[in-house]
């Protein structure tokens, strides 16, 4: 048995993980389920264990503090299918070991994390089933705390809408607050409909709400939106309030709204509502109104609206901090390609005037060598396109051109562009079209991308002398075209399934490895048929054939 390391992102023996991990990690903590929902949310977990493990089964198990005990939650095998308590019973004292030892375990066999909040263990996740090796189990520990965190939002969700349960009137008003913050607004939008709804529904005067800044001193808070009497203002730029400010002080101190009764005759009555999420102050809520008083209810209802704001907001600063990544990786990639296609270009000018005899004649040694350079030059300019291109679907700058289009026409040039790879192994390539096709509605330029890159991977993974089919079917429910390139190659083992579609994935087969590419025509193409509104599935035996198929809009206009 060996112990999982204590920090996330490395592995077994300290090392950190690859870009090839990371980005496995950063795929299943982008899939896990939706943080209002506790159902999603565990199915989530669930499944992202799984994918990170390849194994077999995985359960949530959680802690009780309060009882003193731990809790089976649920539990599916690798299909989805629930699983009962008693499918996991044999290593329930393994789970209750890393609970009380605050770390994972693992054996070839099973792994088990904690899941740690705040800095308590509020449960684990156990995988089991198949072989597990160093890698899956350290992936296990780097994906927990976010797990973690996915579960301990839904459970406090779950419980604050146990709450509202005995505050009717007040749920139809909250219900309808939390449908809006969750409709992804930005950071700024929750913070003014939150103050907005405050004080709506306190009968208060005025308020305002800003982010507070977690160190310093003295400490700050950014107001970033006020409501009075001209309605809900966001402001360009933020009103800086210190701990200085007895109100401000006591918000800053409060776990709780705290409502602060009108000191004379001319001061306002307050609440001031701290947003606190995972023990944290993020946001100070201070709503007012002229000597009267606010009642108790106001000071519960601001309670209940905060924890629903505090998770829109923490959802919200998340979102923005994905974007900025995204964008941050979209600049370094443009940036790059772009001064890889600088001396690319000149490469390739070069070699293509030398073969033209532009500087005199050749021996065949060098022209030989010239077309080698020429063919890797194309090969890394195919790259830096496929790069790019991702680059611009993250961060939503891919230009698309949609209209009608003849798929059939679209395909017979795809097959043309690839004769020259299907010649030398005698593949032949049918295509299944009715002659009726209805055209689809998508951009050519995408549509022939795909095509290439699933149409020529039929092509490299293929026998000599074999077949590849290309079939085209119009379905009428849904509305779509469904393309099918069906090839009799060497397949795909079920353990690489799961991660076909991953960045830079390539399995271990030698008979893969031994043909050229980067791993990035799957993913690429998974991306591309998403934007253009399909869908794409693979299925495969392995040493029998591989199935590519995809669906695309069939154009109504």
């Not at 950063?26 to 899939?31: F, G, K, S, T, V």
């Not at 974007?323 to 270009?345: C, G, N, Y």
Request: proline share 5%.
């Amino acid at each position: 048995m060996m112990m999982l390391p204590t920090q996330p992102g490395t592995t077994n023996d300290g090392r950190e993980l690859t870009a090839a991990q990371r980005g496995t990690l950063l795929e299943a903590i982008q899939r896990l389920g939706a943080p209002f929902d506790p159902e999603s949310a565990q199915a989530g977990v669930i499944a992202g264990a799984l994918r990170l493990t390849r194994a077999e089964r995985a359960a949530i198990f959680r802690q009780e503090p309060e009882r003193h005990r731990l809790t089976y939650v649920c539990g599916r095998n690798s299909n989805g299918d629930p699983l009962p308590e008693g499918a996991f019973h044999p290593l329930f004292n393994v789970v209750q070991d890393v609970v009380r030892l605050g770390h994972g375990l693992a054996t070839d066999a099973w792994a088990a994390t904690p899941l740690i909040q705040s800095d308590a263990v509020t449960g684990a996740v156990l995988v089991t089933g198949g072989k597990l090796t160093d890698e899956a189990a350290a992936l296990l520990n780097a994906f927990a705390p976010h797990a973690a965190a996915c579960l301990d939002t839904a459970r406090r969700f779950a419980r604050l809408n146990r709450q509202l349960a005995l505050h009717e009137n007040e749920r139809a008003v909250l219900n309808l607050i939390e449908n809006r913050l969750a409709e992804g607004l930005d950071v700024n939008q929750v913070l003014a409909l939150t103050v907005e709804w405050a004080v709506r529904h306190t009968q208060a005067r005025s308020g305002w709400i800003g982010l507070v800044h977690p160190e310093g001193h003295p400490r700050t808070v950014d107001v970033l939106a006020r409501q009075g009497a001209s309605g809900t203002r966001p402001l360009a730029q933020p009103e800086v309030r210190t701990d200085d400010d007895p109100v401000v002080r006591a918000g800053l101190e409060a776990e709780h709204s705290l409502a602060i009764a009108p000191a004379s005759s001319v001061s306002p009555a307050r609440i001031v509502a701290p947003l606190r999420y995972a023990g944290q102050l993020r946001a100070l809520l201070v709503i007012e109104r002229p000597t009267h008083a606010f009642s108790q209810a106001s000071v519960s209802f601001l309670d209940r609206l905060t924890a629903v704001a505090t998770l829109a907001l923490e959802t919200a600063q998340q979102r923005a901090a994905v974007r900025r990544a995204q964008a941050a990786r979209a600049d370094f990639v443009r940036t790059v390609t772009h001064e890889i296609r600088l001396p690319m270009t000149s490469i390739r000018g070069y070699a293509d005037l030398l073969l033209a005899n532009a500087a005199g004649p050749l021996t065949d040694q060098q022209r030989g060598f010239l077309s080698t350079i020429s063919n890797n030059v194309a090969r890394m300019a195919a790259l830096v396109t496929d790069l790019s291109d991702i680059a611009r679907i993250d961060s939503g700058r891919i230009k698309i051109d949609l209209h009608a289009v003849d798929v059939a026409a679209v395909i017979a040039s795809t097959l043309s562009s690839l004769s020259k790879l299907s010649a030398p192994k005698r593949i032949s390539v049918q295509v299944e079209a009715p002659v009726d096709l209805p055209s689809a509605r998508c951009d050519p330029q995408r549509l022939a991308q795909v095509l290439i890159h699933l149409i020529g991977n039929a092509i490299r993974y293929s026998p000599e002398d074999s077949l590849v089919v290309v079939k085209v079917t119009a379905l009428s429910t849904p509305s779509r075209l469904e393309i099918t390139i069906s090839d009799t190659g060497i397949g795909i083992a079920a353990e690489d399934q799961a991660r076909l579609f991953t960045a830079f994935f390539r399995s271990d087969d030698p008979r893969v490895r031994q043909e050229p590419g980067w791993g990035l025509g799957l993913h690429l193409s998974n991306r591309l048929i998403e934007v253009l509104g399909g869908t794409l599935a693979v299925t495969s035996q392995l040493n029998q054939g591989t199935t590519a198929t995809f669906t695309l809009p069939i154009d109504a206009l």
